[in-house]
C-alpha cells in the first residue's frame, strides 16, 4: 500500500526542517537553537524547543560536533563524592550545565594523587568533552599539577596561585567569623580541630583561627587533628575536654563537630553551658542536634554554578578570568554556643 507523503518522514526522526515547519521559523533558525547560539530571541527559542518536544527530536550531535567544533557536554573530576562539599558543589555543576545546554560525565577518583588524575582525565577525554571542571582540594594542591592544555579547565576550591581559572570559598573568612564570635562570648580563648593536614580549605580554616587569636593578643592552643569524619571529632573531644578550662572549640566541619558533641556528652559536658561548639558547612543535619549546631555556611552551590559560568563562557571563545573568585561564608549562629560560665578577661 502506497504511504502518504511525508509518512516515511513522521515514522523516522524528524529532521531539521520538520521543526522548522512546526515552529513556525527558518531552518537555520532551529539549527542556532540545537547549538546554543545567543542569537536567537527567547520567544523564538522557547516555540524551536517546544517543537522539538513535541516532534521528538533529537540533535545528531556527531554533525552538530563537525559543524562547531563543541559536543555538547563537560567534564566533571572529583575525589570523593560522599564529602558533603565535594557532593553538593557537583550537583550544581550538573544542575547548571543542564540549565546551560550541556551534559555533564563525571569521573571520580581512587586516590587524590596525579596518576589517578591522569587516568580519569584520559577516560573523560576519550568521551569528547568541551571543558573541565575538577573539584577536590587534595588533587588540586598536588606539586606540578598537571591539567590539560587544549581544553577550557575551570578548578573549584584550589588555591589562588593554582595557575587556573578558580571559583572557592573564602575559607579564612569563615574561620575568623566562627571564632571572632566565640571570643565576643568571653570565652578566653578557642580551641581547634582541623580537618585533612594537606587540604586547601582546612588549612584556609586553620590559618583564619590562629590569625583571629593572635590579633585578640590570646593563647593559641595546639590544635587537635582531625580527618573530616565525625570520629575523628569524637577522639579530638576526648583528648580536648579531657581539660576542664576547654569552654569553646571551633570545628572545621560539621561532622567533627557531631563527633565532639558525643564526646561531650560521655565526658559530662553540657552544651553550651559548660561547652561551646562552632562547626562549619551548616549541612542539613546542623539546625536538628541536640542542641541546634551553630555553624558557617558556605555557598557551595555558588561555587558549583560560578564554575559552569567560567567553563561556558570560556568554551564559546571568550578570554578566561584568570581570577579566583571566593565566596564569602555566613555564620548562623543557634544554641551550641553561649558565653562561659564565668566571664574571662585577659
Partial sequence: MPRHPGERRRLGHPSVADVAARAGVAPVTVSRVVNGQDSVRPQTRQRVEQAMAELGYRANTAARALATGRFGTIGLIAFDLTKVGNLYIA???????????????????????????????????????DGLIVVE???????????????????????????????????????????????????????????????????????????????????????????????????AGLELLADPGVTAVFAANDQMAIGLLRAAAELGRTVPDDLSVVGYDDSEVAAYLTPPLTSVRQDLAGVGRSCVDLLVDSVRGNEPDWSTRLLRPELVVRQSTTAPRTTLTT
Avoid: F, K
Avoid at 555543576?93 to 569521573?107: C, E, F, S, T
Avoid at 576550591?157 to 569563615?174: L, Q, S
Avoid at 583561627?209 to 569524637?234: F, M, N, V
Fill in 91 to 129: 550537583d550544581a555543576v550538573i544542575r547548571q550545565a543542564q540549565l546551560a545546554g550541556y551534559a555533564a560525565n563525571v569521573a571520580t577518583l581512587d586516590a587524590a594523587d596525579d596518576a589517578s588524575l591522569q587516568a580519569a582525565i584520559r577516560r573523560l577525554t576519550s568521551l569528547a568533552i
Fill in 137 to 235: 582540594a587534595r588533587i588540586l594542591d598536588t606539586p606540578n599539577l598537571r591539567l590539560p592544555s587544549n581544553l577550557p579547565v575551570v578548578v573549584a576550591e584550589g588555591a589562588p596561585d593554582i595557575g587556573y581559572p578558580a571559583v572557592g570559598v573564602d575559607h579564612g573568612a569563615g574561620a575568623i567569623a566562627a571564632t571572632e564570635h566565640l571570643l565576643d562570648l568571653g570565652h578566653r580563648t578557642v580551641h581547634h580541630v582541623t580537618g585533612l593536614a594537606d587540604s586547601y580549605p582546612s588549612r584556609r580554616r586553620r590559618e583564619g583561627w590562629q590569625r583571629t587569636l593572635r590579633r585578640h593578643g590570646r593563647d593559641i592552643p595546639e590544635p587537635a587533628a582531625g580527618d573530616w569524619s565525625a570520629e575523628s571529632g569524637y577522639r
